[in-house]
């Protein structure tokens, strides 16, 4: 059994389209201190600010899973908007470019660690307007690194991917069944 430390919907879809057994563990975070000025460490640093959080307060579990994602886009860190305006100023940058999804993943075991940091890279076709107020206006794009919903709005846009595309969901489980 694993414990997923993480309240987001699209991990634990994740695990379960996996066959993974686990129990997901709503915890709250707090990522504020994490500067976000080098993005090849940056999901790795808030994952690693996750396990420290929630280990101060579950000292007794074992096999806990943390994960954290970003989008960058021109050298430029996203995380999940705090508003319609912030949202549309992501998903526009996206627009007509190329957008690059870090996944970090940590695996707290009883017998040992798995730790990961992957990348899946999207070309987008440049997005409709309508559709893309629409998508915003639907709020699906609330708790979404760069408000990206590669599952959903971002789909019909994808002109090349390179990666997984559990990686750009949120976490890499090919990487975690092929240890797990």
Known sequence: MIYLASSSKTRAKILKDFGFDFKQINFCYDESGIKKDNYKIYPYMVVMQKLKQFTNVHKELNNVLFADSCVVVDNK???????????????????????HILTAMFFKGEKFNISNLSITTYKFKDFNKKDLENYIKSKEYIGKAGAMMIEGFNKK?????????????????EILKAYL
């Open 157 to 173: 846009y994808i002109q090349k991917q390179i990666g997984n595309t559990s990686t750009a969901m949120g976490l890499n489980a």
């Open 77 to 99: 860190i996203y995380g999940k908007a705090n508003s319609d305006d912030e949202a549309f100023l992501m998903l526009q940058s996206q627009s007509g470019n190329f957008a």
